[in-house]
């Protein structure tokens, strides 16, 4: 393995638990705050996205989000470390802006508040 250090070392887990988590937390409150702020100036229609298995689509992303994750934990190659991370990128981009855009524009400021946090 190109990064044997990665299995071996005592704090290892931390770090990459550490990365895979502000990847996540990154994409969704970026893209979140993208949809919240294009409801709020009006170039994006306010009402709520009402999709239909909505909730079933969230949780994919999120599963293979973690999924992503877990391949990242468990492997110490750099070319499958970058990819999980360039997937977890985009799912959580997906899922950021997919839960924003399932939300009233007259809800906004408190998605706001809810993203910056």
Same mark, same amino acid.
């Given at each position: 393995?190109?990064?044997?250090?990665?299995?071996?070392?005592?704090?290892?887990?931390?770090?990459?638990?550490?990365?895979?988590?502000?990847?996540?937390?990154?994409?969704?409150?970026?893209?979140?705050?993208?949809?919240?702020?294009?409801?709020?100036?009006?170039?994006?229609?306010?009402? *709520?996205?009402?999709? *239909?298995?909505?909730?079933?689509?969230?949780?994919?992303?999120?599963?293979?989000?973690?999924?992503?994750?877990?391949?990242?934990?468990?492997?110490?190659?750099?070319?499958?470390?970058?990819?999980? +991370?360039?997937?977890?990128?985009?799912?959580?981009?997906?899922?950021?802006?997919?839960?924003?855009?399932?939300?009233?524009?007259?809800?906004? *400021?408190?998605?706001?508040?809810? +993203?910056?946090?």
């Amino acid at each position: 393995h190109e990064y044997e250090h990665l299995l071996t070392a005592s704090d290892a887990g931390v770090h990459k638990a550490a990365i895979v988590a502000g990847t996540f937390i990154g994409g969704v409150t970026f893209t979140g705050s993208l949809i919240a702020f294009g409801k709020l100036a009006g170039s994006l229609d306010s009402k *709520p996205l009402a999709l *239909p298995g909505r909730h079933a689509a969230n949780i994919g992303l999120a599963l293979a989000s973690l999924g992503a994750g877990g391949v990242i934990m468990s492997d110490c190659s750099l070319g499958t470390g970058v990819g999980m +991370l360039a997937g977890i990128t985009g799912l959580s981009g997906v899922l950021g802006a997919h839960m924003t855009a399932s939300i009233g524009g007259a809800d906004m *400021p408190v998605v706001i508040t809810v +993203l910056n946090s």
